[in-house]
């Protein structure tokens, strides 16, 4: 008993002295090692001092590991800082904003696929409920507007012109947006060998001048060869005319060829029209004061009874004559030549400036020559270019007036005299049969 109580009161003056290790501060890393004191109690020293040892150590390992993991975070965290400010390779655009965009197009691409098969089925449904006729149905082009159809203006041998020309001004007047196509066909008998003199070639000079004066106004005068009436139906089909103006002539013969042209354009796939006009006289028909089938029998009544008769002015050539597209392809032909079979010492000269010309010359001789000189040279000088209509007799009288001025000539009233004279035997070739006549109905003017 007495042993043990010594050891008691030594155990509690080590507690007094020594409080526990959790009651003290931990010691500082910094700090040197508290000194040893030296104690008597060697086993119990000795393991408060190991106690605090590994207490110092411990609290050392977390210091360390607390410091490391404070370093840590601050590496990642400037990783991150110098990632978010260095630009991308591609186009400078920020990895955060990359990851950004990449995290919105997934987020929209699973919407749209959402989304389409909704809208796919509600488009089904309503596409069935439209009828089969409806789906089918596709929007019509635009309807063709076809041209519209050229005409065609018949020259024949008895108007070889271009002013005072009624069928070439109405034609010009009514298709000047579709055009006009001008054909001339020589006769197989206009063409003979034996009949190639003079007066052949003075027709062929007179178509030559008409070409020249249609083609300085833009057009073009396309010759052939053949019979006429089968020639102009055929051209009138090849380019879809819708109308043929020509001007009706006196006599059995051009009678018979008007008739024959209106039977074959009727036959003809065009269905193109036959348009006569009245041409070559001084009064116009629509003008006399009787019908055509009641012309006087003598040339005195019929000066009286159309002395009061208006006389209408001439025409002007047209200015510019519309070319049909469909001319473009069509071949100008050739006029035969006549010059080596006629004699070289020909006094006239074919054509509409010619016979302007020689009117010009006469109107001025006869204003300075007596009556009876007048009337002889009248003839020769004027007749052939009125009998191939280079010269309209309403143009004639008009240049003797013109160039006579205010005069009273007896030029002018021989030049009238004879111009009337010339309408008589018209008016009474035309008006002596019937399909010769034509009716007022069936001219234009």
């Not at 040893?36 to 001092?49: F, K, M, W």
């Not at 655009?93 to 919407?111: C, E, G, M, N, Q």
């Not at 108007?159 to 196509?181: E, F, K, P, Q, W």
């Not at 009238?416 to 034509?438: C, N």
């Amino acid at each position: 008993m007495s042993s043990s109580r010594p050891l008691k009161d030594t155990k509690a003056r080590l507690q007094v002295n020594n409080p526990p290790v959790s009651s003290r501060h931990p010691p500082s890393p910094f700090q040197s090692p508290p000194r040893r004191r030296h104690s008597n109690s060697g086993s119990l020293h000795e393991q408060g001092v190991n106690a605090q040892q590994q207490q110092q150590q411990q609290q050392k390992q977390k210091n360390t590991k607390l410091a490391t993991q404070i370093q840590n975070n601050n590496k990642v965290r400037q990783s991150k800082e110098n990632a978010s400010q260095a630009p991308s390779r591609g186009g400078g655009i920020p990895v955060t904003a990359l990851l950004a965009a990449t995290l919105a197009r997934l987020s929209l691409t699973s919407t749209i696929r959402r989304t389409i098969p909704k809208a796919a089925r509600t488009l089904a449904r309503r596409w069935r409920r439209i009828p089969l006729f409806a789906r089918l149905r596709l929007p019509s082009p635009p309807p063709l507007v076809p041209p519209p159809p050229p005409a065609i203006v018949w020259f024949r041998a008895h108007d070889l012109r271009i002013h005072d020309h009624a069928a070439l001004r109405t034609a010009c007047a009514s298709h000047a947006s579709a055009g006009v196509i001008c054909v001339f066909v020589f006769e197989p008998e206009q063409q003979e060998q034996q009949q190639c003199n003079l007066p052949r070639q003075f027709l062929s000079e007179a178509v030559s001048d008409v070409r020249a004066a249609l083609r300085r106004r833009g057009a073009e005068l396309y010759v052939r060869h053949g019979d006429a009436p089968s020639v102009v139906a055929a051209l009138a089909s090849d380019v879809g005319a819708s109308h043929v103006y020509y001007h009706r002539g006196a006599g059995e013969k051009t009678a018979g060829e008007e008739a024959r042209l209106d039977t074959a354009l009727r036959a003809g796939s065009s269905a193109a029209t036959a348009v006569p006009l009245w041409h070559g006289t001084l009064h116009h028909v629509d003008d006399l004061p009787f019908p055509l089938k009641n012309v006087p029998g003598s040339y005195e009544a019929y000066a009286a009874a159309v002395s009061c008769a208006p006389i209408r002015a001439p025409e002007d050539a047209p200015a510019n004559v519309p070319t049909a597209p469909a001319s473009t392809l069509l071949p100008s032909g050739s006029l035969p030549d006549c010059r080596a079979r006629a004699s070289s010492s020909a006094p006239i000269v074919g054509g509409e400036v010619e016979g302007l010309r020689r009117l010009e010359s006469y109107v001025r001789d006869a204003l300075a020559s007596p009556r009876g000189a007048a009337a002889a040279s009248f003839a020769s000088r004027i007749a052939p270019w009125l009998a191939a209509g280079c010269l309209s007799p309403r143009a004639t009288l008009a240049a003797a007036v013109a160039q006579a001025g205010a005069r009273e000539n007896l030029a002018i009233s021989r030049v009238t005299f004879e111009l009337l004279w010339r309408d008589f035997f018209y008016m009474v070739t035309t008006s002596s049969g019937a399909l010769t006549a034509p009716t007022k109905s069936a001219l234009i003017e």
